[in-house]
């Protein structure tokens, strides 16, 4: 069965999550949708997409071949013209019925509005115009990224460097822990809080590879073992990082819809945070309120202190998705055991770690251990803000390709092989992007694919050295904190003028009435 633009529209049109894949039109039917083991969202955000690419970088080749069973038929004409996603222009289906939970603005950023039973039209389908891109080169950069990909897979790439890779880094993790072990039983504290904050802070790199099912292949087994060193070592809940992350991946550097770079009331790295926008993740506005305009203007001073403590906010995001979880009725992988194991392994955290609170003697010595172990790892938030804060945060449509997309909102921070460990692969996001199950390990070979892909296709490659990255990072922070100042400025005199004109009514009013 073939199927028209129009066609695949009204089936959207009707509620159903229809997607394209190698020119075969897909129908994720509920109970995938509530099952995938990325997250509801993540299809969502590709409904009335070309999601090709994005698909064969997610799945290995035994999700891959379970994808033609949900094919309902081909396109009737091809390439394929991507529609815009009803999730993106704040739309939402649930129980049979359509939801209006945001509108757009001009920006493409989402507002929320009183939730109310409506229904999309065509018009709400069709993205708006983006002169910028040019949709022939987006097909050849699309077809060129497919050829790379088959070069990366045939190089090997996707295969794990068990004990060439992982030995020396479990090597690192034993010795860290142990050091840090040794030092608290010698009442060396703050010795013993700068290690463990450091083994925190690399293991944290393994869950990231763990997420991304890189070690194994198997959804299962990597699972497990994250839940073992996220969770009952490190206190967070690797399920709410997984569901976070790969909407990151997926629509990256988007104001609305990306959950990693909305920090408000701390960090605004576009003027687009200043209008109150809607997040389709968090599901509620962003506001930009005294709190955030006070935080906004000193944040290229208050980076790297507040860096020091993201870890809090982590626990927050954890502790919050993971009693969500307990209510979600959805039939995600792994929901019973996982979320179960989860709630274990973050109890068992508490109380080892509180033990070893307790151990320090005083209250001052515990808030001081706290403080340094937890600021310890700094880097690991350092590392991943510089990779995206000082990327484009515009959005170019579901027409912009994957490559594209990836590319522009990525950089890579340049490094010597001798001290990569410290990012833990993550220096190498823009391989990482393109090609998110690649073992950190073998990114280095895949980075240089990249290099030479780009090269051909006429993309920018973007590397900066670690000072570099700093400075463009900050750069970015204070520019946006120099534009709240003129928010301020502008609203000042626009008050003043209201009052000018309020006043001269009243005066007029009045003088109006005098007459009378």
Not at 33 to 38: C, E, K, R, T
Not at 39 to 56: M, Y
Not at 439 to 466: C, I, W
Request: proline share 4%; net charge neutral; with cysteine.
């Amino acid at each position: 069965m073939s199927f028209s633009r129009e066609k695949v529209a009204s089936l959207i049109l009707e509620g159903q999550t229809i997607i394209v894949y190698r020119d075969n039109v897909l129908r994720i039917p509920k109970f995938w949708l509530d099952a995938h083991p990325g997250g509801s969202l993540s299809l969502l955000h590709f409904v009335g997409r070309d999601a090709t690419d994005e698909i064969d970088a997610y799945h290995c080749d035994a999700a891959l071949a379970m994808v033609h069973k949900y094919a309902i038929g081909k396109l009737q004409d091809a390439p394929w013209v991507s529609l815009l996603p009803p999730v993106m222009s704040g739309w939402t289906h649930s129980q049979g019925k359509w939801f209006k939970e945001a509108s757009p603005d001009p920006s493409r950023s989402l507002h929320q509005v009183t939730r109310v039973e409506d229904a999309p039209t065509m018009d709400d389908l069709i993205p708006p115009a983006v002169p910028a891109l040019d949709q022939e080169v987006q097909a050849r950069q699309a077809a060129a990224y497919r050829q790379l990909h088959k070069r990366v897979i045939d190089a090997g790439l996707y295969k794990c460097p068990f004990f060439t890779g992982y030995g020396p880094e479990v090597f690192r993790y034993v010795l860290l822990g142990a050091t840090s072990a040794f030092a608290y039983y010698h009442n060396w504290l703050m010795t013993s809080a700068v290690l463990l904050g450091l083994m925190w802070h690399q293991l944290m790199f393994f869950v990231h590879d763990l997420g991304h099912i890189g070690v194994s292949g198997n959804w299962n087994i990597d699972r497990l073992i994250s839940i073992f060193v996220a969770d009952f070592i490190g206190g967070l809940s690797v399920g709410w990082w997984v569901d976070n992350h790969n909407i990151h991946h997926l629509v990256t550097n988007h104001p609305t819809h990306d959950p990693d770079i909305e920090h408000l009331p701390f960090f605004a790295i576009s003027p687009v945070f200043f209008n109150n926008i809607y997040s389709s993740y968090y599901k509620k506005t962003l506001k930009f309120d005294a709190a955030a305009r006070f935080f906004v203007q000193l944040q290229h001073k208050l980076f790297y202190i507040v860096m020091m403590f993201g870890r809090f906010n982590l626990y927050v995001r954890s502790y919050t998705s993971i009693f969500n979880r307990a209510f979600d009725t959805k039939r995600a992988r792994g929901h019973g055991w996982a979320w179960g194991l989860e709630v274990l392994g973050v109890a068992c955290f508490w109380v080892w770690f509180s033990q070893v609170l307790i151990g320090c003697g005083t209250w001052q010595k515990a808030l001081m251990y706290v403080l340094v172990s937890h600021a310890a790892t700094s880097p690991l938030h350092i590392t991943i803000v510089l990779s995206h804060f000082s990327m484009s945060t515009e959005d170019l449509g579901p027409a912009e390709s994957w490559p594209h997309r990836q590319m522009r909102t990525t950089t890579d921070i340049y490094c010597p092989d001798s001290i990569a460990f410290i990012h833990g692969g993550l220096q190498l996001q823009v391989a990482h992007h393109l090609f998110p199950r690649v073992p950190r390990h073998n990114l280095r070979k895949a980075s240089d694919m990249v290099k030479e892909f780009a090269a051909e296709q006429g993309l920018t490659y973007a590397e900066f050295g670690f000072m570099t990255g700093n400075q463009e990072v900050l750069g970015v922070l204070k520019e946006v904190a120099g534009m709240v100042h003129h928010l301020k400025v502008f609203a000042e005199v626009a008050n003043t003028e209201a009052k000018e004109a309020v006043d001269k009514k009243i005066k007029a009013s009045e003088k109006a009435a005098n007459l009378y």
